[in-house]
């Protein structure tokens, strides 16, 4: 690398004594087919990759976010698309000016430089618009951020509790749960066995029906930990003795993998999140099977902890 600077520099060296306009020229035509070609790559990428994106877990290659599924997901893509869009038209903008001002301004072209200093108008103007981009900016973010922290009333309430490190989940007695179960991360060979991604399969997973608006409140045992899962488009801290809470609903029934998104320790990042998806009569019959399974592995572990 440094070799190959040098070797630019001693080509670049002679010709600073040359037509140093021509060589500006050559570096600003050099450094435009570059972005230029930089950009086509961007979108070429970026729009397959939309298709590359997973629904409910990330796929290789995936460049963006992955397939939303629920209203907040969706407005939370859009939002993040468009500020993209903002951000690159106003880089492509600050580019230009310094490409002019390069090749009009410098001291061949321009020898004579003018003296002004202040114009009222442009001084307003470079106040103004970036102001108003913001406030254009603000709005939309404002109207997701309300979508988000503000709750609907629930059909379904349940409790995600960050362990170090394992997620548990409680079922609300009210509405026909009143268990509660661990869930820990699947060997990578029990995952391929249950044809299910690795790092991201559970034992147990959180069950939940389809077009019911899910509440889930999140709370940390131990350490700050994380609930986080992307195609719905939620990211609470599990706080220790905070109650934090958070929404969703969605139509699309199947998988949903999420992982502990705070840093909470050596196995932070085994700790993952499988939502399941199913329509709201194998919810009920689940529900039963569930209640039974849970309720007797508490019987075990209370025989096991009266024997020792
Ligand atoms: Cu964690």
Redesign the pocket.
């Known amino acids: 690398m440094i070799a190959a600077l040098g070797l630019l520099g001693m080509r670049r060296l002679p010709r600073l004594d040359g037509d140093l306009s021509i060589m500006t020229r050559s570096i600003i035509g050099a450094a435009l087919s570059k972005f230029g070609a930089a950009l086509a790559v961007l979108f070429t990428v970026g729009f397959a990759s939309a298709a590359l994106a997973g629904t409910g877990q990330p796929s290789p290659w995936q460049m963006n976010m992955q397939v939303p599924v629920t209203e907040s997901a969706e407005f939370l893509g859009a939002m993040h698309n468009g500020v993209n869009i903002v951000i690159a038209l106003i880089s492509a903008f600050v580019l230009l000016l310094l490409i002019i001002v390069v090749v009009r301004f410098n001291e061949k072209a321009n020898p004579v430089p003018s003296k002004t200093t202040h114009h009222t108008g442009l001084e307003i103007a470079w106040t103004l618009i970036p102001a108003l981009i913001l406030v254009g900016i603000a709005i939309p973010s404002f109207r997701l951020l309300t979508m988000q922290v503000q709750l609907p009333k629930a059909d379904i309430t349940v409790k995600a509790v960050?362990?170090?490190?394992y997620w548990s989940y409680e079922y609300p007695e009210d509405q026909g749960g009143g268990f509660t179960f661990d869930s820990y991360m699947l060997s990578r060979e029990d995952a391929a066995k249950a044809n299910q991604p690795a790092l991201l399969a559970v034992d147990n997973e959180l069950v939940l029906p389809a077009g019911k608006t899910v509440v889930v409140q999140v709370v940390?045992a131990d350490?700050?930990?994380?609930f986080a899962v992307p195609s719905f488009g939620i990211r609470m801290d599990?706080v220790p003795g905070r109650l934090n809470q958070t929404w969703f609903k969605t139509d699309r029934e199947g998988m949903y993998y999420g992982q502990?998104s705070?840093?909470?320790?050596a196995n932070?990042a085994y700790?993952p999140i499988a939502v399941r998806i199913v329509s709201p009569d194998a919810y009920a019959s689940w529900l039963t099977e569930a209640k039974k399974k849970f309720a007797s592995l508490d019987q075990q572990n209370l025989a096991i902890a009266s024997n020792e």
């Not at 350490?223 to 994380?226: C, E, P, S």
């Not at 705070?262 to 320790?265: I, S, V």
């Open positions: 960050g362990h170090q490190w940390g350490v700050i930990h994380n599990a502990c705070r840093l909470c320790g932070h700790m």
